[in-house]
């Protein structure tokens, strides 16, 4: 089945302790991205990626830090979680540019 | 910079009537639009895709417009159901931007679908 695949799906954390969100695609996308959805502010782009080793900020890449090494995977690093990181985070791939945005299921982190 | 809203913010419709559901964004200058929906505890599924250079797509029950020149654009729900109870966002993708695929996204419309 073509998807989008994040772990971990729910994680409570502490600050300060280093986390990782990992992402993976099976569907050869060139483009992933990272987004973080908070009420009332919609999801905003942290990272985005446009192929092996080619990766940009979005809006709000302050406290985040992403790789791509390999075509299927783009990791989330949070290397000092803080508390107003606590959101909703999406990973989502696409085949092109321009084409339809695959979206995984979501991660909820909790920075206390 | 890009702005996108989606108003009302919720709306409540009994089943098997038809539905309109609104989003504007501020810069014509867009390379695609795509309305998603949004289930409570899940991913964003993507529903219709609407080039610049298009008027309106269409799948199934589902008819997506767009007039770039007044910053609008609108997903048209026919005969609905319970299982359309959704949160729908709607996100536009600048041409300014060709090669980055970040989406501005409105705050989306939650849907209620009443038996």
């Known amino acids: 089945e073509a998807q989008v695949t994040q772990n971990p799906r729910y994680l409570i954390t502490v600050t300060g302790k280093k986390l990782t969100v990992t992402c993976s695609q099976n569907?050869?996308?060139?483009?992933m991205s990272w987004y973080r959805q908070d009420p009332g502010l919609g999801l905003r782009q942290i990272y985005y990626?446009?192929?092996?080793?080619?990766?940009d900020k979005g809006d709000v890449p302050e406290g985040y830090k992403v790789s791509r090494k390999e075509k299927r995977n783009f990791p989330l690093i949070l290397e000092s979680p803080s508390p107003n990181q606590t959101s909703l985070y999406f990973c989502a791939s696409s085949l092109r540019q321009g084409s339809f945005l695959t979206f995984g299921a979501g991660s909820r982190l909790t920075v206390l | 910079k890009q702005e996108v809203t989606q108003i009302p913010a919720a709306l409540s419709v009994p089943e098997g009537e038809n539905l309109v559901l609104n989003c504007s964004f501020t810069?014509?200058?867009?390379?695609?639009l795509q309305w998603f929906r949004q289930d409570p505890g899940k991913g964003l599924t993507s529903l219709l895709l609407i080039q610049s250079s298009q008027r309106e797509q269409t799948s199934g029950r589902l008819n997506a417009s767009l007039d770039k020149s007044s910053g609008r654009s609108t997903l048209y729900i026919a005969a609905s159901q319970p299982g359309d109870s959704a949160t729908y966002l709607c996100?536009?993708?600048?041409?300014?931007?060709?090669?980055?695929?970040?989406?501005?996204f409105g705050t989306g419309t939650r849907l209620t679908i009443i038996p």
């Open positions: 990626s446009m192929n092996v080793e080619v990766t």
């Open positions: 569907m050869n996308h060139e483009y």
């Open positions: 810069d014509s200058a867009i390379y695609n």
């Open positions: 996100a536009v993708r600048p041409r300014s931007n060709f090669g980055n695929e970040k989406l501005t």
